[in-house]
């Protein structure tokens, strides 16, 4: 994994953008309109959504440029109960509608300035006692990427629902289930009738991993927690270019299966020992990014996870992404604070141990030599990037071909590294 430096010494490509002044609070979901990066929505506690034009004059002191598009109820209905996380989001197959939670389902046709009730009261007042603010309320929604209008959620008292027509019927899915906070649902982007669901005991000291897939939308479920460690599950991802592949955040770290939750590998290596809640994937990066608690966003290169050529027995060094000489993006590279530029390299070892890292230049020169801890299973190594010169000094490596040699005991790996000019191709083109 690496990140994405926002130290103010370093200008890189984060832009500020102070979205509230005035209304404060808890802040959880934010999205970008993605036909107009302009509008962002974002929320605070129950409920409390808004949508602003981030060019608007008045950004910073609220006014026009920012709307007020919580949801109420119909005058005369009882208020909607919202748990304190409050699930909003924008729909895959219209930019222009929003769904949102509480102990109602409601839905925007015109991005927040009006809502419609779609669902009864689904909420549980009798499980709202895990929460930190009692609601009952969803604390889980989604819309089906395949087919619009499936719309699946579920209830900080582990109710699970379902609809197949946008709102107008609902049916509980949850039948043989913990009755656990849910912590994730969501569909496959291969196949309309899967769907997954995580739940969490954490509220109840309970760390087991709750992991569950369904392939007939919700009416039977089996466990995939299969040998995941002790440890509470916040959300789970399909991998949209192959529905085998499953990743889960736990409140200590990432694991991937490759066969449909059969058998789950760390993929923690690097990344610190902290809470995972979110993870998402960048489609055209070819990236998992992943959301901690406290400890910032990381990404993780997919291409080695989604090669099923490799079949790696030992030693394995998968090839390397070429990387521009451009001074940004830049890299984290464990150890260092600021960023720098860097080539990710992604290793797999049947043992542990430590492992020498050989970089050469075409006529087998050696440039660098360093060394980095490997443990059983995937491994993320770096190469920062920096050559030895006359003088022992360390420089920026040139633009050039390069091998890279992993060595861990007698086993040896080796890849070809390119530097490209500055300016030249994206390190991301198929």
């Known amino acids: 994994p690496s990140t994405n430096s926002l130290d103010d010494a370093i200008p890189d490509q984060w832009k500020s953008v102070y979205l509230d002044r005035w209304t404060g609070g808890d802040s959880y979901v934010t999205l970008i309109d993605p036909t107009d990066d302009r509008i962002v929505y974002y929320e605070h506690q129950n409920g409390a959504m808004m949508r602003m034009d981030i060019t608007g004059s008045s950004v910073l002191t609220s006014g026009p440029s920012t709307v007020d598009i919580r949801p109420r109820a119909p005058r005369g209905a009882p208020p909607v109960r919202f748990s304190w996380y409050t699930p909003f989001f924008i729909s895959p197959h219209n930019p222009r509608t929003l769904y949102a939670a509480g102990n109602q389902v409601l839905k925007s046709t015109d991005r927040g300035d009006n809502w419609t009730v779609v669902s009864p009261d689904l909420g549980d007042p009798a499980g709202g006692d895990r929460a ?22 579920g209830t900080e008292g ?40 995580s739940l969490t005991g954490f509220r109840e000291d309970d760390t087991r991993p709750y992991v569950y897939a369904s392939t007939d939308t919700g009416r039977t479920w089996r466990s995939i927690a299969g040998n995941l460690p002790q440890e509470a599950v916040n959300v789970i991802k399909e991998d949209p270019t192959d529905s085998a592949i499953l990743y889960v955040g736990t409140d200590l770290g990432v694991y991937v299966s490759r066969d449909r939750g059969a058998r ?144 861990l005991g007698n086993e040896r790996a080796r890849r070809v590294a390119v530097v490209w000019p500055e300016g030249g191709p994206s390190t991301k083109s198929p």
């Open 132 to 153: 930190t603010v009692p609601t009952g309320a969803f604390t889980m929604l989604t819309e089906s990427p395949l087919v619009r209008g499936m719309l699946a959620g």
């Open 158 to 197: 582990g109710r699970l629902w379902l609809s197949t027509d946008d709102g107008a019927n609902w049916r509980a899915i949850d039948s043989g289930l913990p009755r656990k906070w849910v912590s994730r649902v969501t569909f496959s982007a291969k196949n309309a009738g899967t769907i997954y669901a």
């Open 264 to 407: 789950w590998e760390s993929l923690s290596a690097l990344l610190p020992t902290t809470a995972v809640m979110d993870l998402t994937i960048q489609t055209r990066e070819r990236e998992l990014v992943i959301g901690t608690y406290g400890r910032g966003a990381w990404v993780l290169d997919l291409d080695p996870i989604r090669d099923r050529s490799a079949h790696p027995t030992g030693l394995f060094l998968y090839p390397i992404r070429p990387v521009n000489a451009d001074p940004f993006p830049w890299e984290t590279v464990p150890g260092s604070r600021r960023g720098r530029r860097a080539v990710r390299m992604q290793l797999t070892s049947a043992t542990a141990g430590t492992a020498t890292i050989t970089v050469t230049d075409v006529s087998g020169r050696e440039l660098r030599r360093t060394e980095a801890s490997v443990t059983a299973g995937m491994n993320t190594l770096f190469w920062d990037l920096q050559v030895q010169v006359p003088g022992g000094r360390l420089d920026d490596a040139p633009t050039g071909t390069y091998s890279v040699e992993v060595q």
